[in-house]
């Protein structure tokens, strides 16, 4: 049986990106999907593709009565979800901590993080009515090392990860679990033109990656699969955190000649 028959799931920022892959992959294996964006075109077009298998739904993370109105209709469409992918994000201004406004901060907070609780605190009701369930959330590598310029950005995807081990602990008596996902650079509209030079010499593996390798990982940790694991890490970032692949005393230019 596939891993996901007769389960609903919600990923939110589900329109493009890596949301996108996430949703056609548990279509792929069972499931019954609602995409909830604020990108309506590209949310319609995809659920489209997928057919009766997927909804989409408007949803402004950051807004509790849409999330509400979410949770009950997708119960009432597709029956109570029982995996939720905390998945919308939004990247930071790419300034220096001194020259951020407080309107940015808040917005990439309320987006990054507020959207997070809103979500996780709408399903848990519907969760442990039907027994169960997982909730991933997408933080970054972003949530395990500092990050230059991007003081807010790192801010929320270090609370994401510190909120998923709290209410992991809450919720395990309900057999809900819920862990973290910490992708690196991966090929996904975030990142505009940017490509495999801006990892070159900085992590191991050397490239970026592409959403769908992200999104094998997301399902493992999302199905029964990973039964013993909550308030967990799990890290896909080419090896970033794990340090830098140039050598003690090596320059960057004898890293490139070792490695071609
Ligand atoms: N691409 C990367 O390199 C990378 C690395 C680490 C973590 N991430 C995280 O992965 C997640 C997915 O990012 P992506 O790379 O696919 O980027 P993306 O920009 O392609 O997708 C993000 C999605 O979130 C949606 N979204 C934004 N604000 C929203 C809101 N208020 N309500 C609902 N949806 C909203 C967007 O419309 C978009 O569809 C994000 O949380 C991001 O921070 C990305």
Do not use: C
């Not at 979410?70 to 009432?76: K, R």
């Not at 609780?117 to 519907?126: K, N, Q, S, Y």
């Amino acid at each position: 049986m596939a891993r996901f028959e007769r389960r609903t799931v919600i990923v939110t920022g589900g329109a493009r990106g890596m949301g996108a892959t996430h949703a056609r992959g548990f279509v792929a294996e069972g499931a019954r999907v609602v995409i909830a964006d604020v990108l309506d075109d590209e949310g319609k077009a995809l659920a489209g593709e997928l057919g009766e298998a997927a909804l989409y739904r408007h949803l402004d993370v950051t807004d509790e009565q849409q999330w509400a109105a979410l949770v009950e209709e997708t119960t009432a469409t597709f029956g109570a979800p029982t995996v939720l992918i905390n998945n919308a994000g939004i990247g930071g201004s790419g300034t220096l901590v001194e020259e951020k406004t407080l309107e940015d901060w808040r917005r990439l907070l309320g987006v990054n993080l507020d959207g997070v609780f809103l979500g996780t605190r709408a399903v848990i009701p519907a969760m442990r009515g039907a027994g169960g369930g997982a909730i991933v959330n997408i933080s970054s590598f972003a949530g395990l090392i500092g990050t230059p310029n991007a003081a807010d950005y790192t801010t929320s995807k270090f609370a994401v990860r510190g909120f998923t081990k709290a209410v992991a602990m809450e919720v395990a008596p309900y057999g809900i679990r819920v862990n973290s996902v910490h992708p690196g650079y991966i090929r996904t509209p975030i990142l505009g033109p940017l490509g495999d030079e801006v990892v070159h010499g900085k992590i191991a593996l050397d490239r970026m990656a592409a959403p769908e390798e992200v999104t094998k990982m997301v399902l493992f940790v999302a199905s029964d699969d990973a039964s013993y694991s909550t308030g967990a890490e799990f890290v896909i970032d080419g090896g970033w955190s794990a340090g830098s692949p140039v050598g003690i005393g090596q320059t960057n230019s004898e890293y490139d000649v070792a490695r071609a």
